[in-house]
């Protein structure tokens, strides 16, 4: 098992940045795959993003893309989350979530597939 918390959350002003950090203890894998994912208050969990931490291949939602950008630090277990560009709509508390078993298919966007998650940090933007 892998023990994931999150950190970095606050609240931003619209076309700001923020990034938030996933920090990854226990039994640590090369194959394991970190996801992104974000939930708004009503609303289904939504994939942001992942990365494969044997090659640091990423992967984003069309929501996203263009504007978040995932990274990792291997000698800190950290996967960073940078949000640049951010819109009222990206308020949401953000999850990461990993999985040992997707990295033969690269990633998942569905929350069902990672068996390990953070507790959430919360991010606010505001118009």
């Known amino acids: 098992q892998v023990q994931l918390v999150e950190s970095g959350g606050g609240l931003v002003q619209a076309g700001g940045s923020l990034r938030v950090s996933c920090a990854a203890s226990?039994?640590?894998?090369?194959?394991?795959?970190m996801g992104w994912f974000r939930q708004a208050p009503g609303k289904e969990r939504e994939f942001v993003g992942a990365?494969?931490?044997?090659?640091?291949?990423?992967y984003y939602s069309d929501t996203v893309k263009g504007r978040f950008t995932i990274s990792r630090d291997n000698a800190k277990n950290t996967v960073y989350l940078q949000m640049n560009s951010l819109k009222p709509e990206d308020t949401a508390v953000y999850l990461c979530?990993?999985?040992?078993?997707?990295?033969?298919?690269?990633?998942?966007?569905?929350?069902?597939?990672?068996?390990?998650w953070g507790q959430g940090t919360q991010v606010t933007v505001s118009s």
């Open positions: 990365i494969a931490w044997h090659d640091g291949k990423t």
């Open positions: 226990g039994h640590l894998f090369t194959n394991y795959v």
């Open positions: 979530a990993a999985d040992i078993r997707l990295w033969r298919k690269g990633y998942s966007s569905l929350p069902r597939e990672y068996h390990s």
